[in-house]
C-alpha cells in the first residue's frame, strides 16, 4: 500500500470506527466467532466472563469480551457472500491498518475467524441436528473473482473437478473451492461431520426450491449431491462460506466454518426448533478454541 487510503474507500464513522462493523483495534480480538443471525451474539457472549464492549449497526451486532481468559468478538453478519464481503474486509482493516492514518501497520495481526451458522444437508445420512465442519468450500456466488491474486487460495483441483462433473452452466458465476484452516479444523471440529459446502448466492432459486418462479436448472441439487472430492462429499448448503474462506484466507487468517443442520433436502425434512443445539454447539467451540 504505498498511500494511505481515500476517504472514499476505507469508510469510517463518525468516531473512527470502521463504518459497518463499528469496531476500533483496541475492541476486536483475535479470535472472532460470526453468526449469521443478531440475537445469536447473546447466545455466544452470555458465556463469557467479562463483556468490555459492544456496538449495534444494522444487522451488525458486536460483542468483545473474554472466555477463560482468552480473548473473544462475537460479531453477527447477516446473510449472504455480500455481507460477508463487507465484514471480512473490515475485519482485516481493524486488525492491519491504522484507522488514523489510513496506512498499513507494519505488524501483520492474525485472526481466528470462526463461522457457527445453520445449514441445509445435501445427504440423506446427515439428519438434522447434526453438526458439519466445512473442510472444502465451493462457491457458486462468484465473489472472488472481483479480487486479484484468487489463485493463491482457490484449490484448481476442487474447483475444476466441480466444473466438469456438474457440467456447469456458462451463463451463471463460475465456481470457486477454498480449503479451510487445516489447524482450526483439528483444534475444534476433530470429532464432527467433514464435507464439502455449497455456498450459494440465494436461499431459494440458487438453491434449487421452486416456489412460484421456476428454477433454470431444476436437477442441481442431484448433481451437487452425487460430486465427491479427495473423499468428500458435498454435504450441505449455506449462503456465506465461500466468502469467509476466499477472503479471509486471502487476507492472511485462518478460517473456519461450523454449521448445524436445520434442513435436510433429500428427506424434505426441517428442524423448526434449534435454540438447544445450538447453544450446545456454541458451548461446544468456545471451549475448544479457549482451552
Known sequence: MENKLAASELTLANDGSLYHIRLKPQNLKDNVILVGDPK??????????????KSSNREIIV??????????????????????????????????????TRELNHNFRKLNLIRLGTCGALQKDIPCGKMIASK???????????????????????TQSFISRMQWDDSLPKPYGVECSDNLLKTIAFDMVEGITITSPGFYGPQGRQIRLPVAFDDINDKISDFSFNGLKASNYEMETSALY??????????????LVIANRKEGKFLESYSEEMDGLINLVLKRLCF
Open 63 to 100: 460483542h468483545s469480551g473474554t472466555f477463560n481468559g482468552i480473548g473473544i468478538t462475537a460479531l453477527s453478519t447477516g446473510m449472504g457472500t455480500d455481507n460477508i464481503d463487507i465484514v471480512i474486509t473490515e475485519l482485516d482493516a481493524c486488525a492491519n491498518i491504522n484507522l488514523e
Open 136 to 158: 472444502y468450500v465451493v462457491g457458486i456466488d462468484g465473489i472472488m473473482y472481483y479480487y486479484k491474486n484468487n489463485k493463491n487460495v482457490i484449490d484448481e483441483d476442487l
Open 246 to 259: 476466499a477472503l479471509g484466507k486471502n487476507l492472511g487468517h485462518n478460517c473456519l466454518t461450523i454449521c
Open 40 to 53: 445469536r451474539v447473546e447466545m455466544v457472549s452470555k458465556y463469557f466472563d467479562t463483556i468490555e464492549f
